[in-house]
């Protein structure tokens, strides 16, 4: 497999469930990414991930807990989500955070919905 | 704050015409700016970016894109549309850790 995969690609829970997202890239960068895809709003950055280190949070609910094994993996852990925290979920990386030319690698998503 | 700004939110061109997509950022310093497009259902691909040098930029896919540092600018362009070149299209500014991402504009293709 080549570049960054999210599992899974459609999410259905409920308000009281706990369920994961995982992101897998293969590209060999050290850094790696959440961004939440809402409608009619620009993309949000959640997460940022350096060498299995969390660099930045950015005033993201505690109800979204993120996990960064390795620099290969990264998990967004969900629990007692809200209907509003439907949207697409994206992981990216890119080879180095703290620099400005940030060129990003996108994962293809995954579609939660919070019922 | 840096941000980015996408004035048209959807735009429809006719196959075989000709595209430009605006963007407007700010930021103080020299910005790295970027263009992506999204298709249904899928992650973001890059298009072409910015870092220095030559104002015009080259992408994929036939795309273009101009740094206007006076008009704080960085448009899209492609000569000829194509049916499969309906997607939405995001244009961003990399700042320190990450990207900002504009809200996005829509561009359907009519034939």
């Known amino acids: 497999e080549t570049g960054v995969t999210q599992t899974p690609r459609h999410l259905v829970m409920g308000m009281t469930n706990k369920k994961s997202l995982k992101c897998e890239q293969h590209?060999?960068?050290?850094?790696m990414y959440w961004y939440k895809q809402s409608a009619k709003k620009p993309l949000e950055l959640m997460f940022v991930?350096?060498?299995?280190?969390?660099?930045e949070n950015n005033s993201v609910p505690s109800r979204f807990s993120p996990e960064c094994p390795n620099s290969s993996h990264l998990f967004l852990h969900l629990h007692t989500l809200q209907p509003e925290d439907s949207a697409l979920y994206l992981c990216?990386?890119?080879?180095?955070?703290?620099?400005?030319?940030?060129?990003?690698?996108f994962g293809q998503g995954t579609r939660l919905t919070v019922v | 704050a840096q941000s980015v700004t996408q004035p048209d939110i959807h735009i429809t061109v006719s196959e075989g015409a000709s595209l430009e997509l605006r963007c407007n950022y700010s930021?103080?310093?020299?910005?790295?700016l970027f263009w992506y497009v999204q298709s249904p259902g899928q992650g973001l691909q890059l298009l072409l970016k910015?870092?220095?040098?030559?104002?015009l930029v080259q992408g994929i896919k036939g795309f273009e894109a101009e740094f206007k540092r006076s008009q704080s600018s960085f448009n899209l362009r492609k000569p000829s549309v194509h049916w499969s070149d309906a997607a939405e299209y995001f244009c961003?500014?990399?700042?320190?850790?990450?990207?900002?991402f504009g809200k996005g504009t829509t561009l359907s293709v009519s034939s």
């Open positions: 910015y870092f220095s040098g030559d104002t």
């Open positions: 930021y103080g310093a020299t910005p790295y």
């Open positions: 990216a990386s890119s080879q180095e955070v703290g620099v400005v030319s940030t060129e990003a690698f």
């Open positions: 991930y350096s060498l299995e280190e969390r660099v």
């Open positions: 590209l060999g960068h050290n850094a």
């Open positions: 961003a500014v990399g700042r320190g850790t990450a990207l900002i």
